[in-house]
């Protein structure tokens, strides 16, 4: 079973929109991705603001930053 990730990412962002797409197959087989909208969070939009989409896996809080495609982040998720 796949770790479970957040994905951090806001409203307009069109890279956001971009890992999204590349995130639905795996979600479809089994990835759970929480949606983190950083500007819900003072400390997120400071982490995060320059930097999103941003995928972190929640068990060990590794981090794979844009640009990223579908066999990244497989390799990611197995590392």
């Known amino acids: 079973m796949p770790p479970e990730c957040?994905?951090?990412?806001?409203?307009?962002c069109h890279l956001c929109e971009?890992?999204?797409?590349?995130l639905m197959p795996l979600v479809?087989?089994?990835?759970l991705v929480e949606l983190v909208d950083i500007a819900d969070?003072?400390?997120?939009?400071e982490a995060y603001g320059l930097?999103?989409?941003v995928l972190r896996r929640?068990?060990?809080?590794?981090?794979l930053g844009?640009?990223?495609?579908?066999?990244?982040v497989?390799?990611?998720?197995?590392?």
């Open 6 to 12: 957040q994905l951090f990412t806001t409203l307009g």
């Open 18 to 22: 971009l890992a999204e797409e590349e």
């Open 28 to 31: 479809e087989h089994g990835l």
């Open 41 to 45: 969070s003072e400390a997120l939009f």
């Open 51 to 53: 930097r999103i989409p």
């Open 58 to 63: 929640v068990d060990t809080g590794a981090e």
């Open 66 to 72: 844009w640009p990223f495609d579908t066999e990244q």
């Open 74 to 79: 497989v390799a990611f998720l197995l590392g």
